[in-house]
Each structure stands twice: as C-alpha cells, then as structure tokens.
C-alpha cells in the first residue's frame, strides 16, 4: 500500500503538466509550418488536377484488372504451397509472439523517452512564459530534479499577480 509521501508527490508532480505544455509547444513549432505547406499544395493543385482530368478511365479498370488477375494469381500459389506442417507453424508462431514482446518493450522505452523529453521541453516552455530564465536549477532538499520527478509543489503554485 501506497504511503501518504508517496502519494503526495504523485498528486503534487508537474511533470504531466510540463509533458502536455510541451506538447503544446511542439504543436505550436510545427503550425508555423502550415502556410508554407499550404501554399504548396496551392501551387501543386491545378497540376494533379489537371492529371486526373487527363486520366482514361478504361486504361485505370484495366489496369485495376490486370492486379487483381496478378494477386489473384500469387494468392492460389501460396495457397497451394501451403506448408500443413503443425509443427513448423507453432515454431513460427513463438519466434513471431517473442519478436512482438520485445517490440512492445522497445516501444515502451521510446514512450518513456519522448514522455520524458516532452516533460523537460514543457517545463522550459513555462518558464518561458513565466518569465523565468531556462536555466535555473531549482534544489529541493539538497537535490536536484530527477527527469521522472520535474518540479515541486511550489512550481505548479499559480503566478503572483
């Protein structure tokens, strides 16, 4: 069971805070973007446009056909060579499960990292737009803050106006 420490600083912890801030100022860094992405797109219109406009028809159902014979084709191929072996199956099977655990444990890590990185771009972020200078290191009982641990309670105090 939990103790009322430790959920305390579970309850008072801003790095969740600082994750969505930094976010939010990823997403602003990228919607600067926009305007010239959609000037572009402007730009590149009337040519697809003109390109569909252009296209036969005939000539995409047939092509369309001619893929659907092929797969049609590779499809009954593999099917008839088929292995009906159990146990080479079950072999697969495992070796595919494993590979999948060790994926989702890769992606766990990664999540964990950008969850992390998010957390301290946030937390630069507010400070920011608190008008604190980023690199002041803020000592809490003689220690300073963990990535896992960002901030204290007097970080998520709102602002003195």
Avoid: C, H
Wanted: charged share 30%; net charge negative; aromatic share 4%.
């Amino acid at each position: 069971m939990a103790s009322t420490e430790d959920l305390r600083k579970r309850i008072i912890n801003p790095t969740p805070l600082y994750a969505v801030a930094g976010a939010a100022d990823l997403a602003a860094e990228k919607l600067k973007e926009a305007p010239a992405l959609f000037d572009r797109l402007v730009a590149e219109a009337p040519g697809r446009i003109a390109a569909v406009r252009d296209t036969d028809p005939k000539a995409v159902q047939e092509r369309v056909s001619q893929q659907a014979q092929q797969t049609q084709a590779k499809l009954s191929e593999l099917l008839s060579g088929l292995d009906t072996d159990i146990k080479k199956l079950r072999e697969t099977a495992q070796d595919l499960t494993l590979q999948g655990v060790g994926r989702v444990a890769e992606y766990a890590v990664r999540a964990r990292d950008t969850y992390d990185e998010l957390a301290v771009r946030g937390r630069g972020a507010v400070q920011t737009w608190r008008g604190e200078t980023s690199d002041e290191e803020e000592e809490v009982d003689g220690e300073t803050d963990a990535p896992g641990e960002l901030g204290t309670a007097r970080d998520t105090a709102p602002p003195r106006t």
